[in-house]
């Protein structure tokens, strides 16, 4: 057998059901390398599949989209799929914008700016005390075999009045974490992915990845 051949039976391609750049960088850091018995992981996301259409996510809770885009990966690129959904849920505004949060301002695309922006309107002369929210992620896994894995993640802290921080993505820095006393936008990459929703539901995930 070719050393080229031996090398490919070594490998193992998992896609991320995203095309997020931020969040491709956050994962890279998270998920693991290899599995138990010694394949390399190798990681593509939808953007190594532009001829793929947009994935409808339809669902009513973050775990329905988190499922509904792993199993799209897996029947539309013939790949193991990892996908996540994820929402923040502010007290005040009773869990909103949750499952809607990438599609706060508009319905039919995400617009980080606008999305923050409602926030802020939604919340003006609203007390510190009464700005609680928390982020949650869902990891879903979609299998050849039909299996199907879900994990959780969360993550405490509040709103702010306005932003601090250049780090992070969509909520990142108008989310106060007191723990840290820092938004998620002020913090390390390593600071944020030890603490943060989407690092806990893909830290538990992965725990399936390396079984392979």
């Given at each position: 057998?070719?050393?080229?051949?031996?090398?490919?039976?070594?490998?193992?391609?998992?896609?991320?059901?995203?095309?997020?750049?931020?969040?491709?960088?956050?994962?890279?850091?998270?998920?693991?390398?290899?599995?138990k018995t010694g394949k390399v992981l190798v990681?593509?996301?939808?953007?190594?599949?532009?001829?793929?259409?947009?994935?409808?996510?339809?669902?009513?809770?973050?775990?329905?989209?988190?499922?509904?885009?792993?199993?799209?990966?897996?029947?539309?690129?013939?790949?193991?799929?990892?996908?996540?959904?994820?929402?923040l849920m502010v007290d005040f505004l009773n869990?909103?914008?949750?499952?809607?949060?990438?599609?706060?301002?508009?319905?039919?695309?995400?617009?980080?700016?606008?999305?923050?922006?409602?926030?802020?309107?939604?919340?003006?002369?609203?007390?510190?005390?009464?700005?609680?929210?928390h982020f949650k992620t869902v990891a879903a896994l979609a299998l050849p075999t039909g299996q199907l894995f879900s994990e959780e993640g969360k993550v405490e802290g509040r709103i702010l009045t306005d932003y601090k921080g250049t780090g992070g993505f969509g909520y990142d820095a108008l989310f106060f974490v007191p723990k840290f006393n820092k938004t998620l936008a002020e913090m390390s990459e390593d600071e944020k992915n030890s603490i943060s929703h989407r690092g806990e539901a893909f830290r538990k995930i992965s725990k399936y990845l390396v079984e392979l």
């Amino acid at each position: 057998m070719k050393e080229s051949n031996k090398n490919y039976y070594k490998i193992m391609e998992i896609l991320l059901s995203t095309a997020n750049p931020h969040k491709v960088k956050e994962l890279l850091k998270i998920l693991p390398v290899k599995t138990k018995t010694g394949k390399v992981l190798v990681y593509k996301t939808l953007a190594d599949f532009p001829s793929l259409p947009p994935v409808t996510e339809d669902g009513k809770t973050l775990e329905d989209n988190a499922k509904i885009k792993a199993v799209f990966g897996l029947t539309k690129a013939g790949l193991i799929t990892l996908a996540d959904d994820t929402g923040l849920m502010v007290d005040f505004l009773n869990g909103a914008p949750g499952v809607n949060s990438a599609r706060y301002a508009y319905a039919d695309r995400c617009d980080n700016k606008a999305n923050n922006e409602k926030l802020l309107k939604e919340l003006s002369g609203v007390p510190a005390a009464k700005r609680t929210a928390h982020f949650k992620t869902v990891a879903a896994l979609a299998l050849p075999t039909g299996q199907l894995f879900s994990e959780e993640g969360k993550v405490e802290g509040r709103i702010l009045t306005d932003y601090k921080g250049t780090g992070g993505f969509g909520y990142d820095a108008l989310f106060f974490v007191p723990k840290f006393n820092k938004t998620l936008a002020e913090m390390s990459e390593d600071e944020k992915n030890s603490i943060s929703h989407r690092g806990e539901a893909f830290r538990k995930i992965s725990k399936y990845l390396v079984e392979l």
